[in-house]
């Protein structure tokens, strides 16, 4: 093998395959951020990226004053997260923002019933090669896994 053709099968290999909203989402820090992904991606028909917005929309229960205000963001976004994940129980981005929430919200939200299926899921989807190997890193860094 020459090693021209070996350095570009290299390159190849490492060209990063994450999707921009997936980058996006993991940067997004602050609530003026948040929204901005909010804003960017709120008409997407992509599953993958709904599942994001949808995350940060009840994420935005936290910048609430009032205990009720907060309760009542978080739990009407909660809901749309599970009806989308009722409709495609399979999405592994839909798995994975489940988890991230459920593993880091107060236990007294009782939202937590989940996470070991999510978990079961997640791992057997990471043990696989997929076109969504890129989410394995941030499934490692961000949850219990």
Same mark, same amino acid.
């Given at each position: 093998?020459?090693?021209?053709?070996?350095?570009?099968?290299?390159?190849?290999?490492?060209?990063?395959?994450?999707?921009?909203?997936?980058?996006? @989402?993991?940067?997004?820090?602050?609530?003026?951020?948040?929204?901005?992904?909010?804003?960017?991606?709120?008409?997407?028909? =992509?599953?993958?990226?709904?599942? @994001?917005?949808?995350?940060?929309?009840?994420?935005?229960?936290? @910048?609430?004053?009032?205990?009720?205000? /907060?309760?009542?963001?978080?739990?009407?976004? /909660?809901?749309?997260?599970?009806?989308?994940?009722?409709?495609?129980?399979?999405?592994?981005?839909? *798995?994975?923002? *489940?988890?991230?929430?459920?593993?880091?919200?107060?236990?007294?939200?009782?939202?937590?019933?989940?996470? /070991?299926?999510?978990?079961?899921?997640?791992? =057997?989807?990471?043990?696989?090669?997929?076109?969504?190997?890129?989410?394995?890193?941030?499934?490692?860094?961000?949850?219990?896994?």
């Amino acid at each position: 093998m020459s090693p021209l053709f070996l350095s570009f099968f290299l390159v190849l290999n490492m060209v990063d395959t994450t999707p921009c909203f997936v980058k996006e @989402y993991h940067q997004a820090l602050t609530e003026d951020q948040e929204l901005q992904f909010i804003n960017k991606y709120k008409n997407s028909t =992509k599953i993958d990226v709904k599942a @994001y917005v949808v995350s940060l929309k009840m994420k935005q229960s936290k @910048y609430k004053f009032f205990p009720w205000q /907060k309760i009542k963001v978080f739990n009407k976004y /909660k809901k749309h997260l599970e009806e989308l994940i009722s409709k495609h129980p399979k999405n592994v981005h839909l *798995r994975y923002v *489940r988890l991230v929430i459920q593993e880091k919200i107060p236990k007294m939200l009782n939202y937590y019933s989940e996470v /070991k299926e999510d978990k079961e899921f997640l791992i =057997k989807i990471m043990n696989e090669k997929d076109n969504a190997d890129y989410l394995d890193t941030y499934i490692v860094k961000n949850t219990s896994l």
